[in-house]
């Protein structure tokens, strides 16, 4: 593969790097700097919680009447529900809203990551794995390593862990976690190089459509009932619209969920969000 350069082999070992260790210390990291007592922030996380379960209620209801094989239902649901949040996300909301609303930005968008992570996790685990036992559903969720780093961090937040102590801990964690995208990224080339799935161009088409515009304007349709400032509804909306995940692939891998279908949306929607997010950035900035 790649004239010998690359083995792909690699692939599944990168995948288990990312999975096991940087992805959840990147989880952790952006739980563990949230601050959960400014002001107002809790009802607008409370409104991105209702906005994007009911999305992903709507969306588990019409892929369970659809005639997609079980595992790809699993795929669909996990691209749209996973958004490349950190990596493109943070970035563009912070050039866009400030360093005086990072704080807003980094607790609503890393909200987005855990509904979506969740909710996805579980729905793999009913579609994929299909133990149709409660209790080992119950125990699969409790064993994966993305939920740790989510429920570790909260904890470290909500206790107010810092200081210096803590500052040594955070720095090889943000260090590892740093590596979650460059390494699933390349991980993602080395299994699509030479490929592109044509069968698949049209579901995937549909995906982007849901990630990219679907959602957030679901988003902005939920936030008529509630009383946002512009701003929190400008950032509710782009952590809605951001591109699929590439750490989504590696959660596929993990799952033996459909790769090929997951790629291709994560490079479909990633080139698409050009054209998206540019335009809520228009309505909001």
Not at 116 to 134: F, H, N, P, Q, T
Not at 202 to 214: D, H, P, Q
Request: glycine residues 8%.
């Amino acid at each position: 593969m790649w004239r010998g350069i690359i083995e792909r082999s690699w692939i599944h070992v990168l995948n288990a790097f990312v999975y096991y260790i940087s992805l959840p210390a990147l989880l952790l990291i952006s739980f563990w700097n949230i601050d959960w007592t400014a002001e107002g922030l809790l009802p607008t996380l409370g409104f991105n919680f209702l906005a994007v379960l009911a999305f992903a209620v709507l969306l588990f209801l019409i892929l369970s009447v659809t005639k997609l094989a079980p595992r790809l239902k699993a795929s669909v649901f996990l691209t749209v529900m996973v958004g490349n949040t950190v990596y493109i996300g943070f970035p563009i909301m912070q050039d866009a809203f400030g360093a005086v609303h990072f704080g807003q930005v980094a607790a609503i968008a890393t909200a987005h990551i855990l509904i979506g992570l969740v909710l996805a996790i579980m729905v793999i685990e009913y579609w994929a794995v299909r133990s149709k036992k409660a209790g080992v559903y119950v125990v699969d969720f409790l064993k994966n390593p993305l939920i740790h780093g989510v429920a570790i961090g909260t904890v470290l937040s909500l206790i107010g862990f810092n200081g210096y102590l803590a500052d040594i801990i955070k720095k090889p964690l943000s260090m590892l976690g740093a590596t979650a995208s460059p390494v699933a990224l390349f991980a993602l080339g080395a299994f699509m190089y030479g490929k592109f799935i044509q069968s698949h161009f049209k579901l995937t088409s549909i995906i982007v459509g849901l990630k990219l515009i679907a959602l957030p304007l679901f988003v902005l349709f939920i936030a008529n009932w509630f009383s946002l400032s512009s701003v929190s509804l400008g950032i509710s909306a782009l952590s809605a619209g951001v591109p699929v995940a590439v750490t989504v692939f590696v959660i596929a891998e993990q799952y033996k969920l459909d790769l090929a279908f997951v790629g291709n949306a994560i490079l479909l929607s990633t080139a698409a969000s050009i054209v998206t997010l540019s335009m809520f950035l228009l309505k909001f900035v």
